[in-house]
């Protein structure tokens, strides 16, 4: 578990770095800070982060949720920009089936989980968390690609 959380930590600090190397434009890093506010606001207040193993916490901040929330964010958006026709809806049933698997793949294969016993989302070993916490994991990408698509019409 130690070694998937530092990997987790690695590839989405990665993939940032690239998605704003790779789009210089002053959009990018708009939609990186988006990204970096909802998760610190969330990982930050919500105070379920505590995980079995390794720990990673910076000024009260759990790393591995930070980052993961944050790389998971900035990549449903770059999804979303290379959908064709009715966009919106594909770039959410994408974010929902990823978060489905991946959540089942880190608890299960990864063993990246929680330190709570809360039961997993529909009796599958998946989503361990509060049901606030379950509702907000649903709510969180189309709620940012929301703010997003709203920022950009504004313009």
């Known amino acids: 578990m130690i070694i998937a959380t530092y990997v987790v930590i690695l590839i989405s600090v990665a993939f940032i770095a690239f998605y704003l190397l790779k789009n210089k434009g002053g959009k990018s890093w708009k939609e990186v800070a988006l990204a970096a506010f909802i998760s610190i606001l969330w990982v930050g207040f919500s105070g379920i982060y505590h995980y079995k193993g390794a720990?990673?916490?910076?000024l009260g901040i759990n790393l591995f949720a930070f980052v993961a929330w944050t790389a998971g964010l900035v990549g449903l958006k770059l999804a979303y920009d290379h959908l064709g026709k009715y966009k919106y809806g594909k770039a959410v049933t994408?974010?929902?089936l990823l978060l489905l698997f991946l959540e089942f793949f880190f608890y299960n294969f990864l063993g990246i989980q929680l330190s709570s016993n809360y039961p997993g989302l529909l009796g599958f070993e998946l989503m361990h968390a509060p049901w606030y916490s379950q509702l907000y994991y649903f709510v969180a990408g189309p709620a940012y690609l929301l703010i997003l698509i709203l920022i950009e019409k504004k313009k």
């Open 55 to 58: 720990d990673l916490v910076f």
């Open 94 to 96: 994408i974010y929902v």
